[in-house]
């Protein structure tokens, strides 16, 4: 899931072995989007998500951020995280 996350702010990485250009060792990689294992990548991921899910008209819960909930045709619908 945390993959091709979107990150807001720039991230560098070292060249990844198997793909260094040799004539340019001092060059890094700036990231578009985030990695598995980067540390900001379940921050992307969450903002992502939580964007979708209010975009659609879900509330949060006050008490569980990760608790989304909407009322459909007289129906409650609960999303948990």
Avoid: M
């Avoid at 702010?9 to 890094?28: A, L, W």
């Avoid at 578009?32 to 992307?44: I, T």
């Avoid at 998500?49 to 008209?57: A, R």
């Amino acid at each position: 899931a945390f993959l091709n996350g979107v990150i807001e702010e720039e991230v560098y990485i070292e060249q990844p072995e198997g793909f260094e250009v040799f004539s340019s060792e001092s060059h890094v990689c700036s990231l578009k989007r985030a990695l598995y294992g980067l540390k900001q990548a379940p921050r992307a991921w969450y903002t992502r998500i939580d964007s979708y899910f209010t975009g659609l008209g879900f509330s949060k819960s006050e008490v569980d951020p990760n608790l989304y909930q909407i009322v459909v045709e007289g129906k409650l619908l609960i999303i948990v995280l």
